[in-house]
């Protein structure tokens, strides 16, 4: 008698259609997952990028605020320090575009987020938020009057 090794055509069928059928059943969550872990690390750039208009103001003694353009934000300092007298403010760091990094779209519901030399939230007992958004879901961060982040 003949001895066979390996496997027959039928039982690789079933064994990738078998993996098939279980991709299938995790795709929805393994999306759902990673829209979220964007929405976490956008949320993340935003708190960092009001971290970083607040050490700007402290440390240059400068009214500094964060501007959304679109799905852009970045950080803005004045008066202007350096270069040509063409506008009114410094851009501190870099642009961030929000679509392009996490394909999260940007809303500023209130306007710029402003920060006094003393590095305090310009508009007492006012509230800012900003809503980050993608497939359905959607991250919302609150700053009170004084510039904190509340949630």
Do not use: C, H
Not at 71 to 84: E, I, T
């Amino acid at each position: 008698m003949r001895r066979r090794n390996g496997f027959t055509l039928v039982e690789t069928l079933i064994v990738v259609v078998l993996l098939g059928l279980m991709g299938l059943i995790a795709f929805p969550k393994m999306s759902a997952a990673m829209v979220r872990s964007d929405l976490r690390s956008a949320r993340t750039t935003m708190v960092n990028l009001m971290a970083a208009a607040r050490a700007a103001s402290v440390q240059s003694n400068r009214l500094t605020w964060i501007e959304v353009e679109g799905n852009k934000a970045y950080v803005l300092a004045s008066p202007r320090l350096a270069g040509p007298a063409d506008g009114v403010a410094d851009t501190v760091g870099a642009v961030r575009d929000f679509t392009a990094l996490y394909g999260v779209t940007l809303t500023d519901a209130t306007g710029d987020i402003q920060f006094d030399p003393r590095g305090f939230g310009v508009g007492f007992g006012t509230v800012d938020s900003i809503v980050l958004a993608r497939s359905g879901y959607s991250s919302t961060i609150t700053i009170d009057g004084l510039g904190r982040v509340l949630k």
